[in-house]
């Protein structure tokens, strides 16, 4: 089964209206990821938390991390029609192991 | 963008054919990876690399065998293609990032994906 799993598994927003997804997990991670998935294209990194972490800022992308309950949260405030993608966690289980979520599609509807 | 090639993008193939996918990477990073993505599935691990002639099975790696002899290159191999093998396969590639006090982990990156059917 997978290791990390995504929810919602699909959101439908506004623009401008924030996004929130989440991503619950079942091992002890060293660190966790998202990403994000443009249609028909590789995935794109978008930031990392590290498991003595709790909560990290990147120009809009907004990640907390909560090792106690195994889950993490990816909040895209003020989200645009660019937005809409798939965005996946990745937590990495081992120095060089990664295992990634079945992703939330976003739609930003402009 | 990350110096990864995949090929080929796109292969259609028989049942029972042997089938290689290639990933090439001009960023000397040390770990390579072959994920498959599948509707419903997400992105899942097949094998990995953490250096030359040094691989490990992931996930989902019943069917499938990889080899790597050069740093720049991770291939995959099918050896007898089954329809369930019918997918988009990435390759990633990353490097270690040590941190003063505890160990960490770089970012991946992706190729473009080679979307292979199996007939």
């Known amino acids: 089964s997978q290791q990390g799993e995504e929810d919602p598994q699909a959101l439908s927003i506004q623009e401008g209206e924030n996004a929130t997804m989440n991503c619950s997990y079942k091992?002890?991670?060293?660190?966790l990821q998202w990403y994000r998935q443009n249609s028909g294209r590789g995935l794109v990194h978008l930031i990392l938390?590290?498991?003595?972490?709790r909560e990290k800022h990147s120009g809009r992308l907004r990640v907390t991390l909560d090792t106690s309950k195994k889950s993490s949260s990816l909040l895209i405030t003020a989200s645009r029609a660019a937005d809409t993608a798939s965005y996946f966690c990745?937590?990495?289980?081992?120095?060089?192991?990664?295992?990634f979520g079945t992703g939330t599609r976003l739609k930003v509807l402009a | 963008d990350a110096g990864i090639t995949q090929s080929p993008r796109h292969k259609v193939t028989e049942t029972g054919t042997p089938v290689t996918l290639r990933c090439h990477q001009t960023e000397n990073h040390r770990y390579m990876y072959w994920y498959r993505q599948d509707p419903g599935h997400g992105l899942r691990l097949i094998h990995y690399s953490y250096g030359v002639k040094d691989t490990d099975k992931g996930e989902v790696s019943d069917g499938y065998s990889v080899s790597r002899s050069k740093t720049e290159d991770f291939l995959l191999t099918l050896e007898s293609a089954t329809s369930s093998q019918t997918s988009v396969y990435f390759c990633?590639?990353?490097?270690?990032?040590?941190?003063?006090?505890?160990?960490?982990?770089?970012?991946?990156?992706f190729g473009e994906g080679s979307r292979l059917t199996v007939l």
């Open positions: 091992t002890s991670i060293n660190n």
């Open positions: 938390i590290r498991s003595n972490e």
């Open positions: 990745a937590t990495g289980v081992s120095a060089y192991k990664y295992i």
């Open positions: 990633a590639i990353s490097e270690r990032v040590r941190l003063a006090g505890a160990p960490n982990t770089g970012e991946l990156f």
